[in-house]
């Protein structure tokens, strides 16, 4: 599918513009801010499937694009830490297409410091046994106004809100054997006791019954509630895949009558289990956390690999080629870039442990893969080298606007994949993965470009190479990528 596109002018599609102003290629303009992209994803998103009816239910026409707290937080984000990246998340990635504001794990967490200890973990639960905000840390949810403050807080920046959960009822509630809100049920009906997430120990796993359907209604009545836009599902994914619990959430979520998109966590996703994702789901998981390496000492890890590393999740994005379309979205997981601290999900506060070269190759590959791109670094640090990766005009409109997009070619450690653009344009990208550098002869050949008149500029080098006939070979630095945009 193709979409977003916004036409300027009489004749066509006009230019991109480099950095010095001097319209250059391709011939239509690439997303003078996404904001205006999105909304002709949507309209064009809306004719394209009003033939068969979904124009109304489809959610995510395009990849999901946001911020997330775990990658500089981990469980530890405070309301006003939220604030201040929401701030710099409106003003300088909002205009390029970042809409979500996504607070991750344990925000119900009197002290998240604690985590090592899980039995003095101190949780903040209504009676009715689903998790509050935790006062100390999120003020404004006092007088059982949970997240809704800090929803309409994010909403008046333009942006939308997410929220992460672990699947399940939480332990204490089943303890209590609470009432379960809007029914008949109480909390013992509805817990497995023989079903815990392996690593998370705050809740029990969720029968698949009507007692279990009834927890799951009431939870996302009170997201709804809030003004929930996002829900990072944890520990149903994978380790162990929760196929049941997935379809009583979706369920739920129908039932609120709000579009929240629904990610799940963490990978490898089955790709046997690819139809009921996405029958249920909108973005999930295709290997376990990326973090910010290139590949793990003495490492030649599968997507099951914690944690997973850039090298490795070439061949694992690849295999999901095929799942990729509007409203289903296998994930890449964040980008772990920039400034991960101050108490980041793993490992001490630090820079990315990547270098430029690697990072370019990350975002590369996630956008000619059509990945969610959700940013992980603490955005109040956000410096321009990060800043210039995140808003490329052109990368984001490959990852927003793309179809087709496809591995290749792999040959040893130079991997290509192209992607089909609108208007008849097409992306192309070169890898190398080589600890050297690697030269590339007849490089749009090997790409199954033919003919000699459309014109190539390389996105990340900011130059027009003339035509096809011109670029005769390609440099590519050990880890790095070449980028290329391929006009009509």
Not at 436 to 447: E, I, R
């Given at each position: 599918?193709?979409?977003?596109?916004?036409?300027?002018?009489?004749?066509?599609?006009?230019?991109?513009?480099?950095?010095?102003?001097?319209?250059?290629?391709?011939?239509?303009?690439?997303?003078?801010?996404?904001?205006?992209?999105?909304?002709?994803?949507?309209?064009?998103?809306?004719?394209?499937?009003?033939?068969?009816?979904?124009?109304?239910?489809?959610?995510?026409?395009?990849?999901?694009?946001?911020?997330?707290?775990?990658d500089c937080y981990g469980l530890t984000i405070t309301e006003a830490q939220f604030r201040?990246?929401?701030?710099?998340?409106?003003?300088?990635?909002?205009?390029?297409?970042?809409?979500?504001?996504?607070?991750?794990?344990?925000w119900y967490l009197a002290n998240p410091e604690s985590a090592s200890r899980p039995e003095s973990l101190e949780y903040r639960m209504d009676g009715n046994g689903r998790y509050q905000p935790a006062l100390n840390r999120?003020?404004?949810?006092?007088?059982?106004?949970?997240?809704?403050?800090?929803?309409?807080?994010?909403?008046?920046?333009?942006?939308?809100?997410?929220?992460?959960?672990?699947?399940?009822?939480?332990?204490?509630?089943?303890?209590?054997?609470?009432?379960i809100a809007g029914s008949g049920f109480h909390a013992g009906d509805v817990a497995d006791r023989n079903d815990t997430c392996p690593w998370n120990p705050d809740n029990y796993g969720v029968k698949d019954n009507a007692a279990g359907q009834a927890w799951y209604d009431a939870l996302l009545r009170q997201y709804a509630d809030w003004g929930v836009d996002y829900i990072k599902v944890d520990c149903i994914a994978s380790?162990?895949?929760?196929?049941?619990?997935i379809g009583m959430i979706h369920r739920a979520i129908a039932k609120t009558g709000r579009p929240i998109v629904l990610s799940l966590s963490p990978g490898p996703a089955p790709l046997e289990e690819a139809r009921e994702l996405g029958a249920n789901a909108q973005v999930w998981r295709v290997s376990d956390d990326v973090w910010d390496f290139w590949q793990r000492s003495g490492s030649e890890a599968g997507a099951g690999e914690f944690p997973q590393s850039v090298k490795n999740q070439f061949a694992v994005i690849a295999s999901?080629?095929?799942?990729?379309?509007p409203g289903n979205w296998p994930d890449a997981d964040m980008l772990p870039l920039g400034r991960l601290g101050p108490a980041p999900g793993y490992g001490r506060a630090r820079a990315t442990r990547l270098t430029h070269d690697e990072q370019r190759t990350l975002v590369t590959l996630w956008s000619m893969a059509r990945s969610p791109l959700?940013?992980?670094?603490?955005?109040?640090?956000?410096?321009?080298?990060?800043?210039?990766?995140?808003?490329?005009?052109?990368?984001?409109?490959?990852?927003?606007?793309?179809?087709?997009?496809?591995?290749?070619?792999?040959?040893?450690?130079?991997?290509?994949?192209?992607?089909?653009?609108?208007g008849g344009e097409r992306?192309?990208?070169?890898?190398?993965?080589?600890?050297?550098?690697?030269?590339?002869?007849?490089?749009?050949?090997?790409?199954?470009f033919s003919g000699e008149s459309r014109r190539v500029r390389d996105v990340w080098g900011e130059r027009d190479l003339g035509r096809l006939r011109d670029v005769k070979s390609l440099k590519i630095e050990p880890h790095g990528c070449v980028l290329l945009w391929v006009g009509r």
């Open positions: 599918m193709t979409a977003g596109r916004e036409r300027l002018d009489g004749q066509g599609w006009t230019g991109a513009r480099r950095r010095d102003n001097l319209v250059t290629m391709p011939k239509f303009k690439l997303l003078c801010g996404l904001s205006v992209l999105r909304g002709w994803v949507l309209v064009f998103g809306f004719f394209l499937c009003a033939g068969t009816g979904l124009a109304a239910t489809i959610l995510a026409l395009a990849p999901p694009m946001g911020w997330n707290s775990w201040a990246n929401v701030k710099v998340e409106a003003a300088a990635l909002r205009p390029s297409g970042y809409r979500y504001a996504v607070v991750d794990e344990g999120f003020a404004s949810a006092e007088g059982g106004a949970g997240f809704g403050p800090v929803a309409e807080f994010v909403h008046a920046q333009g942006l939308k809100f997410g929220i992460h959960i672990i699947r399940g009822i939480p332990k204490q509630a089943v303890t209590a054997n609470l009432a380790h162990p895949y929760k196929g049941a619990e999901w080629n095929r799942e990729v379309r959700f940013f992980g670094g603490n955005l109040t640090e956000l410096d321009d080298w990060t800043k210039g990766l995140l808003t490329n005009r052109e990368v984001v409109a490959i990852d927003q606007l793309a179809s087709e997009s496809r591995e290749i070619s792999r040959m040893g450690d130079l991997v290509v994949w192209t992607a089909d653009l609108p992306a192309v990208a070169f890898f190398n993965l080589n600890d050297l550098s690697q030269g590339v002869d007849n490089p749009m050949g090997l790409a199954g």
